[in-house]
């Protein structure tokens, strides 16, 4: 019982903490739009990092990886983690940058108004927010189901599914619907915070509880030495691994809340700083991510399919005492509520701006904004409390899901010749053949349902660009002019 | 060396990162490195210390400063 206190202190801290921060941003922020929805775009090197990192730890990263590498081995860090070393800095460069000139010479607050204006198309924009509706629910709803399976873990049963994953949509509620974005990436550096140097620490404190690293890694592969071989298991055969590096590098960039954080940069030099943080940042993430789903083999052996993504719970549970694990509880609920903020504020974002009628005052945007958080919130919360699949396979739908908005994104504000016409070719053809070739209708030829979808959608948007009328130059211009004369201000 | 020949030379070494990417290595009952590391988490640990040269070469010569 006073272990229980202990942990609930811990945790009760933490929320104050953060809903503290959430207030003094709270008082910052005028009525605006572009202050509540932009954080008035002057995020700086840190805090965009932090934003922009904060969003990317997920209970994917924290439950789900521990849980596929307790399966399948150390193959699981190549799979998932190398590949957006490079692919998020290169996305952020070719797609994130001119999009945040453009965003800012238009005004655009959320992706969906940015593609409205380049293609003169107020249904365009109601289109990309259904499509970024459709994949960001269940993805909010893996991270919700994490937090809820961690603290069910370590209460030891006291605090159930339903009433951790309510407590946390509530507490994120309240500081997200109040402080806007300016709230949701103050608290993400507090959150990044936590969560790194929780996790770095439990990962030094539980392998030396295991003997330390040498002796764990070897116990690991004299008893399941096919942990440490190359897989040829259904996700790993060159196909499929060719065709997951590309969802993986590609999806970061069309996460909506991902875009509107770049959107919300001060300059330049804080979207490079954010590119070159990323690696150091990202290998701290997931190399413990990984390898505690390796350990977890040899201290709680026998899990059998989504069960293995209670590992990093349990394994906090058997080596760390009740103060850390109130700290673990405190890091994934870190986890959860820095990327649950910004997909709440973007959804509600993209419904005021892009969905209601454009004559609503931006008060009046900013009440509604509020009033839709709560309801994406009640939503989310039915379906977490039916216990979804595994967190991997919710959220690789998700990842599969984004990856076919990317070459909107990209062709959008790089080819000129791209039509409204197309660019809805892109988006229906590229989610009908992925969901074709997720429902298994279609034949995979060894490759995955997002090599497939991505494919689609390049045809899409090239066949359906090329055999429609050129948009007006004029309607173009809005969002391609500010890049051409941003590149013409470089070449001088 | 022009700006377009930097470009083109980045994109080629990217092209080889991305090719390299699809190797995979198994233990084959050798020895951890180090005592701990398995080989292909070796490799991989090398990879993300090659794409970060790249991300640095990117974002410190070929990404506009003016913004």
Known sequence: ?492 | MSRRSELVLFWVAVAILLATHMLRFGQAGQPLWFGWMPVDFGFRLAWVAAATVLVFWMTGRLWPDRG
């Open chain 1, 1 to 492: 019982m006073q272990a229980n206190a202990i942990r609930i202190a811990v945790v009760v801290a933490y929320f104050v903490i953060v809903l503290i921060i959430g207030a003094v941003a709270y008082r910052r922020t005028t009525a605006t739009a572009e202050d509540y929805f932009m954080g008035g775009r002057s995020a700086r090197s840190l805090v965009l990092f932090m934003a922009l990192f904060g969003t990317n730890i997920t209970p994917f990263v924290l439950m789900g990886i521990p849980g596929l590498a307790y399966h399948h081995g150390i193959v699981v860090f190549g799979h998932n983690a190398a590949i957006v070393v490079l692919g998020i800095p290169l996305t952020f460069w070719l797609i994130g940058y001119p999009a945040w000139i453009a965003a800012k010479a238009t005004g655009s607050l959320t992706p969906a108004e940015l593609y409205a204006k380049r293609f003169g198309s107020r249904r365009f924009g109601w289109l990309m927010f259904a499509v970024f509706f459709v994949y960001t629910v269940p993805y909010m709803v893996t991270a919700v189901f994490g937090v809820g399976l961690a603290v069910d873990v370590l209460s030891e049963g006291q605090i159930g599914l339903a009433e951790a994953s309510a407590g946390i949509l509530v507490i994120t509620l309240i500081y997200t619907s109040l402080g806007g974005m300016r709230a949701t990436m103050w608290t993400n550096v507090f959150q990044g915070g936590v969560f790194l140097g929780f996790s770095l620490l439990a990962f030094v404190l539980i392998a030396r509880d295991l003997g330390g690293l040498a002796t764990i890694m070897q116990e690991v592969q004299q008893r399941t030495p096919a942990l440490f071989e190359r897989s040829e298991a259904p996700p790993f055969q060159t196909g499929a691994w060719a065709s997951w590096a590309l969802a993986i590098a590609l999806t970061v960039i069309a996460f909506p809340h991902m875009m509107v954080r770049v959107f919300a940069a001060a300059d330049p030099t804080a979207l490079k700083n954010a590119c070159r943080f990323y690696p150091l940042a990202m290998v701290l993430l997931w190399v413990p991510a990984v390898l505690f789903g390796i350990w977890g083999t040899v201290e709680i052996p026998g899990l059998v399919g989504k069960q293995s993504d209670r590992i990093f719970p349990l394994l906090v549970l058997n080596h760390l005492g009740p103060t850390l694990q109130g700290l673990a509880v405190a890091s994934i609920l870190a986890a959860v509520m820095s990327t649950l903020d910004a997909q709440l504020l973007t959804l509600s974002s993209m419904l005021t701006r892009d969905v209601l009628p454009t004559r609503i005052d931006e008060r009046m945007q900013v009440r509604i904004s509020q009033l839709f958080v709560v309801v994406i919130a009640v939503i989310t919360w039915l379906i977490v409390i039916q216990e979804p699949a595994s967190i991997f396979t919710v959220a690789s739908l998700s990842f599969s899901g984004y990856v076919t908005v990317v070459p909107t994104l990209l062709l959008g504000l790089r080819w000129a010749r791209f039509t409204v016409v197309g660019a809805t070719c892109s988006l229906l053809l590229g989610n009908a053949v992925l969901l074709a070739s997720w429902l298994e209708w279609l034949p995979s030829l060894g490759l995955l349902p997002v090599a497939w979808g991505l494919m689609a959608a390049i045809v899409g948007a090239v066949v359906g660009s090329l055999l429609s009328r050129p948009t007006d130059p004029a309607v173009a211009a809005v969002v391609l002019g500010p890049l051409r004369d941003r590149a013409a201000k470089i070449s001088t």
